[in-house]
């Protein structure tokens, strides 16, 4: 808004990719979020590319099974309704197992574990378009006393701390 109030252009590309952010949870004391919590030293982003499902995990804190699932949209052929919450657990249930829950919670004698198929909770669902733009000019306002920094000047896409960091850097500069 600041950068908007003072006339201030942008250059770059303002829709680089349209997504869906899932944020969720594995249920602690589940199969899953024990399976999940084993893995030793946990990455924070998990790219996964199949025939299923194409989604970017964000592991925010493996111990307490909170994760986001990045989902690429595609306008005008596809938008947030393109996608029931049961696609959506679909694709984070084979993302994270390589499965449909269904399979993989399955014992030798085809039974399932009881309860096991609610591991994973969907807290949030939400459409965002990332962004990389920069501010034509960094000096704004009528008289030219406005000086750009952090999201006023500058739109990166959310991971490895651009944002913050070039922002910090604005001010010190």
């Not at 920069?134 to 999201?151: C, E, I």
Request: glycine share 10%.
């Amino acid at each position: 808004q600041t950068r908007q109030q003072m006339g201030g252009d942008m250059e770059g590309d303002p829709e680089i990719q349209h997504l869906l952010n899932v944020h969720f949870r594995t249920i602690p004391g589940t199969r899953l979020h024990s399976t999940l919590q084993d893995v030793d030293n946990c990455g924070m982003l998990h790219f996964v590319y199949n025939k299923h499902c194409i989604l970017v995990f964000v592991s925010h804190d493996v111990s307490e099974g909170e994760w986001v699932a990045q989902v690429p949209i595609f306008p005008p052929y596809q938008d947030i309704d393109s996608f029931s919450e049961k696609d959506i657990m679909r694709m984070l249930q084979i993302g994270l197992t390589g499965k449909d829950l269904r399979d993989w919670l399955t014992v030798k004698d085809g039974h399932s574990i009881s309860g096991e198929a609610d591991s994973i909770q969907i807290k949030s669902i939400r459409p965002w378009c990332m962004s990389s733009q920069v501010a034509s000019n960094y000096v704004a306002g009528p008289n030219g006393r406005v000086f750009l920094a952090g999201d006023a000047a500058h739109v990166f896409p959310p991971a490895g701390g651009f944002g913050m960091n070039t922002g910090l850097q604005d001010a010190h500069n």
